[in-house]
Every structure is written in structure tokens, then in C-alpha cells.
């Protein structure tokens, strides 16, 4: 096997190895401090004076920023480079959430977290056509797979260190020992990860096609978008997305009310569902790569189709295992369909992978906000079913469109 070159990385060499190690550390070190500020909102809410509704804030306005900013990080990344362009973002989100521990006041810490989370759109769209470039092609599903576990791992350290870290020394300081962490991990990216600037690859860089300018740039996301299949990828993180963030926003209301009253502290212990989807993206990942993607993807929604029904139950450990079960469909479908996008996109990885997550972020904002409604005006099973409907309809799209060669479908939708 090659250990580089025109076809990328190759799995079973060192420089393979080294960039699975290396996406592990980028996905640890964007999530933990992208989520940090939730272990700690009551602390938060109590030392900046404000509602709880607010003190949520801390965590919409990196998110926000986050979406507002994949696309700009793709432009830069045309031009200076997939890797240096990570290692930029990395540092400014670093410096940027240091920050927001310090800044005195509510307003101030807000606005900090909304450019902390605009510096972090530099890493997830980035990170995954990065490694399209950087593996062998054969190999990339299961990259993929690994970097999405280091995101679960991330999103969940970020949770579990600021909670009691906070709860006895303030959230600044929780949140400032996440930072440390994810210091740790951006160390462990920029040494580890290897460069795309392979033998053989700085020509092949130069024979691509790459947008260069804001019209070329506004082309090749165009194309990008024009296709029914790069559509319907985005439409699994869209959809998938907001089904997963919408359990885990409002499950809390419901186990600790009655009749199953779980005390707040035990109930915090629920993120710990995370390290399923660890196993799971990493497995789904290697099953894309020895199988196809479009199988993966429909068993990883149809589990958690499997899930939300398990969490409409009234016992209270049949709705633990729906959240676990849940858990694993989500990441597994997420590690298949962010790399399917990168892979697919003719043109414009970079952006095709940008506006994935985009609309990942979207869906996180727009459906997690309104199965709120429905929860609050309908109840629980009603929002489920709604769920339900809404990971169907996604599974239905991607069978009769991902499910379709190339030439039928670029045909059919001209």
C-alpha cells in the first residue's frame, strides 16, 4: 500500500494512522468546547444574573456563529489550504473561549461565543474534505466514521468536565478546564495530522479544478447544490440532526417530572448515551467502506426509528435504551452521510461539505426549536411521532434518490 501519493493514505500505514489519531483530536477539540457552556448553565444563569432561557444562549450563539461561518472557512480553505486553514480555526476558537471566561458581562460573553463558534465553522466541513483528500478513497468511510467519534467523545467531555468543575469553582472555571482540554487535543491535531501535500499531490492540486475567486467560488457551490443527491445528503443532516438535538433538549422535562421525578444530577449522566455513538460512527463507517453507503445509512435511520419508538414507552428503562438506541442510529447515519457528501460532490468539496453542515446546524436551531412547540402544546408522544415522520421521510428521499445512478438522477433533475 501506498502511504500516499495521488490516491491518499492508505489504511494500515503509519501516515494513515496518524491521520485517524489526528481527526480523533480535531473532533474532540471542536466539540467539547462548542458544548461546554451546557453543563454549567445554571451556574452561569446565577453568577450573570440572568433567566435560564438566556443563560441557553451561551450555547445558540456559538452554534449560530458556527453556521454563519462554514461557508466563509470554505473560501479561505481554497486558498491557503484545507490543513492550515484548520489549524487557524482551532487557535482562534481556542483564544476566543479563554476569552469568554474572562469577559465580565452577560452581553460581552455573548458576542465572544458567537465569534468563538463562527472561528469553529472552520473545522467540521474542513475536517471532512480534508481527509477525502487525504486518505485512499476505499478507506475515507471509515476516516469519516473516525472523526464523527471524536466528536461524540468531544461533545460529551465537553459536558462531564464543566458540570463538576463548575459546580464547585464557578462555570468559568468549568468551562476554562474544557478549554485546557481542547488545547490538548488542537496540540495533538497540528503535530499528528499529515499533510495533503503528498508525492505527486501538489500537481494534482494544481490540475483540479478549485474556485479561486467569488464567482468561482459561487459557481462551484452552485453546482454543488444542483444535483438531487447532494440535495437529499443534505437533507440527512438537516433532518437527522434535528431529530437527535430535539430527544435530547427536552427529554430532561420529562424524566424529571412525575412520574419518574430523576433528580436533575442523575439525569446529567444521560449524555453518557454519547459513547454509543462513539462505537457507532466508527463502526458504520468501517461497514460503508467493506459494503456501500446507502445500506448503512438506511439501517443507521431505521434504528433510530427504533429508538424514538422505545422512548414513547412509560417505563422508564425502556426509554433509556430507546436513547441509546437512538444515540447509535443518529452518529452512524451522520458519519455516513458527511462523508458521502464530500465524496460525492464533483466540484466544490469544500463547499458541498460547508453547506452540510449548514444544514446540520440548521436543523439542530429550526426543528429542535420546533418540537419544543409541539411537546409544550401537544406532548411527548406527539412530538415523537412527528420525529418519526420527519427521519422516514429522509430515508425515503435517499433511497429513491442516492439509490439511483449519477448519470439517471443528474438527467432526471435538469
Known amino acids: 500500500?501506498?502511504?500516499?501519493?495521488?490516491?491518499?493514505?492508505?489504511?494500515?500505514?503509519?501516515?494513515?494512522?496518524?491521520l485517524q489519531?489526528?481527526?480523533?483530536?480535531?473532533?474532540?477539540a471542536m466539540f467539547a468546547q462548542l458544548y461546554a457552556p451546557q453543563g454549567v448553565l445554571t451556574e452561569a444563569a446565577n453568577a450573570l444574573r440572568i433567566s435560564p432561557d438566556q443563560s441557553a444562549l451561551l450555547i445558540s450563539a456559538a452554534t449560530i456563529g458556527l453556521a454563519a461561518g462554514v461557508l466563509p472557512w470554505s473560501w479561505v480553505a481554497d486558498r491557503i489550504g484545507r490543513l492550515p486553514a484548520m489549524r487557524i480555526s482551532l487557535l482562534a476558537a481556542l483564544v476566543l473561549g479563554v476569552t469568554s471566561t474572562l469577559w465580565p458581562d452577560y452581553s460581552g460573553v455573548l458576542v465572544v461565543r458567537f465569534l468563538q463558534g463562527g472561528a469553529l465553522g472552520g473545522t467540521p466541513a474542513l475536517a471532512l474534505t480534508y481527509l477525502q483528500e487525504a486518505v485512499h478513497p476505499s478507506d475515507a468511510p471509515r476516516a469519516a466514521g473516525t472523526y464523527v467519534a471524536g466528536t461524540t467523545i468531544g461533545g460529551m467531555a465537553g459536558r462531564l468536565l464543566a458540570a463538576?468543575?463548575?459546580?464547585?469553582?464557578?462555570?468559568?472555571?468549568?468551562?476554562g478546564a474544557v478549554e485546557a482540554l481542547c488545547g490538548?487535543?488542537?496540540?495533538?491535531?497540528?503535530?499528528?495530522?499529515?499533510?495533503?501535500?503528498?508525492?505527486?499531490e501538489r500537481?494534482?492540486?494544481?490540475?483540479?479544478?478549485?474556485?479561486?475567486?467569488?464567482?468561482?467560488?459561487?459557481?462551484?457551490?452552485?453546482?454543488?447544490?444542483?444535483?438531487?443527491?447532494?440535495?437529499v445528503l443534505y437533507l440527512q443532516g438537516f433532518a437527522l440532526m434535528g431529530a437527535f438535538v430535539s430527544v435530547y433538549n427536552y427529554l430532561a422535562f420529562r424524566v424529571e417530572a412525575r412520574p419518574y421525578e430523576v433528580p436533575a444530577s442523575v439525569a446529567a449522566l444521560f449524555f453518557l448515551a454519547y459513547l454509543a455513538g462513539t462505537w457507532s460512527s466508527g463502526a458504520a463507517g468501517a461497514l460503508a467502506a467493506r459494503r456501500s453507503r446507502l445500506p448503512v445509512l438506511l439501517a443507521a435511520a431505521g434504528t433510530m426509528i427504533v429508538g424514538l419508538l422505545l422512548l414513547m414507552t412509560p417505563w422508564l428503562l425502556t426509554i433509556l435504551a430507546g436513547l441509546v438506541i437512538l444515540t447509535v442510529g443518529f452518529f452512524g447515519a451522520h458519519a455516513v452521510a458527511s462523508g458521502w457528501t464530500a465524496a460525492r460532490a464533483p466540484v466544490g468539496r469544500a463547499q458541498a461539505a460547508s453547506i452540510y453542515n449548514l444544514a446540520y446546524y440548521l436543523g439542530s436551531s429550526?426543528?429542535?426549536?420546533?418540537?419544543?412547540?409541539?411537546?409544550?402544546?401537544?406532548?411527548?408522544t406527539a412530538m415523537?411521532?412527528?420525529?418519526?415522520?420527519?427521519?422516514a421521510a429522509s430515508a425515503v428521499a435517499a433511497?429513491?434518490?442516492?439509490?439511483?445512478s449519477p448519470e439517471r438522477v443528474g438527467r432526471r433533475f435538469r
Open 184 to 200: 490538548l487535543a488542537a496540540v495533538a491535531f497540528v503535530v499528528l495530522a499529515p499533510s495533503t501535500e503528498a508525492p505527486g
Open 384 to 391: 415523537m411521532i412527528g420525529l418519526i415522520g420527519l427521519v
Open 164 to 175: 463538576p468543575v463548575g459546580a464547585v469553582l464557578g462555570w468559568r472555571v468549568g468551562v
Open 399 to 404: 433511497t429513491l434518490t442516492l439509490g439511483t
Open 21 to 28: 489519531a489526528a481527526l480523533l483530536a480535531v473532533g474532540i
Open 1 to 18: 500500500m501506498s502511504d500516499g501519493g495521488r490516491d491518499g493514505h492508505a489504511r494500515g500505514t503509519a501516515a494513515y494512522r496518524r
Open 366 to 380: 429550526l426543528v429542535g426549536w420546533l418540537s419544543g412547540v409541539v411537546f409544550a402544546g401537544s406532548g411527548w
Open 203 to 231: 500537481r494534482r492540486r494544481r490540475e483540479m479544478p478549485s474556485p479561486t475567486g467569488a464567482d468561482a467560488s459561487l459557481r462551484a457551490r452552485v453546482r454543488a447544490l444542483s444535483t438531487a443527491p447532494m440535495l
